[in-house]
């Protein structure tokens, strides 16, 4: 045992887990040993806890011996046990074994049974199903001879729905073949069903021939049932195109018809035709092709060749109109117009920067006022000026090209309902492939999943990815339309606007007897230009919108803002030299460059106002829904409302040109009005002056009659957009010098009163003349030097010209701050009206 305890004591020592002194009981952390005594002290307390371990070890290991000593003798005492288990299961093994051997063998029997009972079963089905082929190709050749056709498609489905590798098996080949049908199933069978579709061809064409519905109908649902679902797709496909084609005569006949081609409505009202033929067409016999062939077999098996024939029929059409509308002729005289009138005024745009002025852009520069033949300015009028009955405008003639554009505009209508109705009639109904089994009678389910794979693996098996928006698209008609559009129609429109606007800046005619002014350009320009993008809009083609947009916002701004500017600021510079001088030449360019600019004014304002009314009205859903689908009407309410810029380009010329106005006529002669209303007048007054005052009022009357010789005319003669905008100029510029000779002047108590009695009389008088809200608001730094004069000595703290007067200034303006006053004046100008109040 002692040796036992040897071996035992460097396991304890020398473990892998180590212990922390700190953990055991008694134990000193080496790290608090600081002497010699305290480390021999924790060395003894260590040496008696080893002991302790080491005696604890020493009993564990004796009672671990002991036990196992006692689970040895139990397991000795099981070994008799385990091998007589062991002879036991020698015994049973020996017995199954005869057992499983005699199972094993019946097993397999059973087996073999088995599988000659399965290849007798498929041996019994094979010849079934031999047999049936046999029988359904003899009863196929017999309905055949018979002219039973119902009998012969049934065989004929009978016999296509055997399995494939028995209708190939070599068994079949050797017991099916006969005296009468010597070749093999597989052949026969095709022979046969060629036979059927040469059968059924003929006798569905003689049925359409003979209008006989009832025998066509029966033998076009026979097509599908035998196999030949394409075939039976094209010859119902050539009997629409004849249906079609015959129609076509009709068109054809009337196209050599010259004399009715002159009408606007003539090819319009072909296409039409064509197009109500297909519609009607295709309404009545989809229903009947998708019903017996399978949904979506219609577009793909029949449209094609209906689109190829109105293709054919529809560039006809569209060939005649182009020649003989002259269409390239017209093109070419277009393209080569150089539109001299809107260059001159180009011209006179630049040559005015170097000095000079076009003579041509300078006549039409102005106009002749009432009672005049001509003006200083202007020489003679536009109207005047230039003799209209000669001028020979470019280009093609415009009534022509109008009735050219109405007429392609109409036809490319034509062709956009035709689409949509295709799209909307296909496209959002087309079937899953899964939906396609399509027979509508005839045989079993398994027939008819069969019959179907033997149609579509034939070689002529239509496609499925066809789609009404694809046959639309590649259309031999819709590209023509779309390239007829882009090359003719774009070009013709542009022009004829363009043309149209230069007529318009000719034939301008001001009317000055109107109130307010205006000009004969702007209902002639906005006619035009609404009919222009209405037609754009009814081509159903988002490109041609886009186009003319584009034109439209270059030609409106260069061709018709440009120009109003610049007969504008033709008339200013001219008139520029006439005004330096007083006398009779002033007055009279004075009041031509008055006129010009508010007729012309006026012209923009309503124009902006044109074109806000005319996006609006064009771009309503109910609008673009008879010209686009669904998915194009946002895009193109986009590309018209895109043209909203072109009213801020206006409101824009109209602020630029109203400003330039004022400061030329009214801003340098509203100081005379206040240097007129306050001459002789002072705010010093006594009780006998103040009582003057009160009676001739002479701030107000000076002022209204002032005001009145200024502005006279000026607010019936604008409209009311353009006066309320110069109305606001007035006031603005009215204002601060207003302010300024307040500041300068001395005032009483009673001249306070009166200061604060003319502010008011004016600012009311002044609010009569506008329905803008924002007169009295700029008067209120006006009414707040008032309020500051007219405050009572008993309310200000301090002398106003005592030494604390700067800090009463403070008060009051702190004060009255608090008070909810919202202060215009800064503290300062507080401080500095409050000294202008004479004491006593």
């Known amino acids: 045992m002692a040796d036992t305890r040897k071996h035992m004591m460097p396991i304890s020592t020398t473990s892998s887990t180590p212990i922390a002194a700190s953990s055991m009981p008694g134990l000193v952390d080496p790290r608090t040993i600081t002497t010699a005594a305290s480390a021999r002290a924790a060395l003894a307390t260590l040496a008696s806890h080893s002991n302790a371990l080491e005696d604890r070890f020493s009993d564990l290991l004796e009672e671990s011996i002991e036990k196992r000593e006692t689970a040895t003798e139990v397991l000795k005492s099981l070994t008799t046990q385990v091998d007589l288990i062991r002879e036991e299961a020698g015994v049973l093994d020996a017995r199954l074994d005869v057992a499983a051997s005699e199972a094993r063998t019946i097993s397999e029997a059973v087996r ?47 016999a296509m729905t055997i399995e494939p590798e028995i209708l190939h098996s070599a068994f079949a080949a050797a017991t099916v073949p006969s005296s009468e049908y010597p070749d093999p199933p597989p052949m026969t069978l095709i022979s046969m069903r060629t036979g059927l579709l040469d059968l059924y061809s003929r006798r569905f064409r003689a049925a359409v021939e003979a209008k006989d519905t009832v025998e066509a109908t029966r033998f076009f649902k026979m097509f599908p049932l035998i196999g030949w679902r394409s075939e039976g797709l094209a010859v119902y496909s050539d009997f629409a195109k004849a249906l079609v084609r015959e129609r076509g005569k009709a068109i054809t006949d009337a196209l050599a018809a010259t004399h009715n081609s002159s009408s606007s409505h003539f090819h319009a009202g072909l296409l039409t035709t064509l197009f109500e033929h297909l519609a009607l067409l295709i309404d009545q016999h989809q229903p009947l092709v998708d019903r017996n062939y399978g949904p979506g077999n219609f577009l793909r098996g029949v449209m094609p060749s209906l689109q190829e024939e109105c293709d054919r029929l529809g560039k006809r059409i569209w060939d005649s109109w182009w020649d003989e509308r002259l269409v390239l002729r017209k093109l070419d005289s277009a393209k080569s117009c150089t539109f001299s009138y809107i260059s001159s005024l180009g011209s006179n745009n630049k040559g005015s920067r170097s000095g000079t002025i076009n003579p041509v852009a ?290 824009s010329a109209v602020r630029t040109e109203l400003d330039q106005l004022f400061t030329q006529l009214t801003k340098p002669r509203l100081k005379a009005i206040l240097l007129e209303a306050y001459q002789d007048v002072s705010y010093m007054l006594d009780d006998d002056a103040h009582a003057e005052a009160e009676y001739s009022d002479p701030v107000r009357r000076r002022f209204l009659k002032g005001w009145e010789i200024v502005l006279s005319g000026y607010k019936t003669l604008f409209d009311e957009s353009n006066w309320e905008a110069y109305f606001v100029l007035t006031l603005d510029a009215l204002v601060r010098p207003w302010e300024k000779m307040a500041m300068g002047m001395r005032y009483t108590e009673l001249g306070a009163l009166r200061f604060d009695k003319d502010v008011r009389t004016i600012t009311t008088y002044l609010s009569t003349q506008t329905r803008t809200s924002s007169v009295r608001e700029k008067f209120t730094r006006l009414q707040q030097i008032s309020y500051v004069l007219n405050l009572d000595e008993s309310e200000v703290s301090a002398d106003a010209n005592g030494p604390n007067a700067d800090a009463q200034g403070k008060d009051l303006y702190e004060d009255a701050a608090a008070a909810g006053m919202a202060w215009r004046l800064s503290a300062e100008e507080v401080r500095n009206v409050r000294a202008l109040r004479v004491a006593g």
């Open 362 to 651: 300078k006549a039409a520069g102005g106009f002749s006022i009432p009672g005049r033949i001509a003006t200083p300015v202007g020489g003679t009028s536009a109207a005047a000026g230039r003799d209209t009955s000669t001028y020979e405008p470019e280009g093609p003639d415009a009534r022509e090209t109008d009735r050219v554009l109405t007429e392609i505009a109409s036809m490319a209508t034509k062709w956009g309902t035709y689409r949509r109705f295709l799209v909307g009639r296909f496209d959002h109904t087309m079937p899953t492939t899964e939906d396609e089994s399509g027979l509508d009678e005839g045989g079993s389910d398994d027939e008819t999943k069969t019959v179907v794979r033997l149609a579509e693996d034939q070689p002529n098996r239509v496609q499925d990815s066809i789609t009404a928006t694809g046959i639309s698209d590649a259309s031999a008609l819709g590209q023509q339309v779309a390239s007829g559009l882009s090359k003719a129609y774009v070009t013709l429109e542009t022009w004829y606007l363009r043309s149209s606007i230069e007529r318009a800046h000719r034939m301008d005619t001001p009317d000055l007897a109107a109130r307010p002014y205006t000009a004969s350009v702007l209902d002639d320009v906005f006619y035009v230009l609404r009919a222009v993008l209405a037609r754009s809009i009814s081509t159903s083609s988002i490109a041609s919108v886009s186009a003319i947009a584009r034109a439209v916002r270059w030609i409106v701004d260069e061709e018709y803002i440009q120009v109003l500017v610049r007969r504008m600021e033709g008339v200013w510079r001219s008139a520029s030299s006439s005004m330096a001088v007083d006398g009779p030449r002033k007055e009279a360019a004075t009041r031509e460059m008055k006129t010009t600019f508010i007729v012309y004014l006026n012209v923009l304002s309503v124009s902006a106002d044109y074109t806000n009314r005319i996006l609006t009205d064009l771009t309503t859903e109910q609008l673009l829904s008879q010209s686009f689908d669904e998915r194009q009407i946002e895009e193109a309410a986009s590309i018209v409302q895109g043209l909203s810029g072109l009213v801020a380009r206006m409101r």
């Open 112 to 158: 073999r049974l088995d599988e000659m009972r399965e290849r007798v079963q498929i041996a019994k089905r094979w010849a079934d199903r031999t047999a049936d082929l046999k029988a359904s190709l003899l009863s196929l050749g017999a309905a055949m001879e018979q002219q039973d056709w119902d009998a012969a498609t049934q065989h004929a489905i009978r």
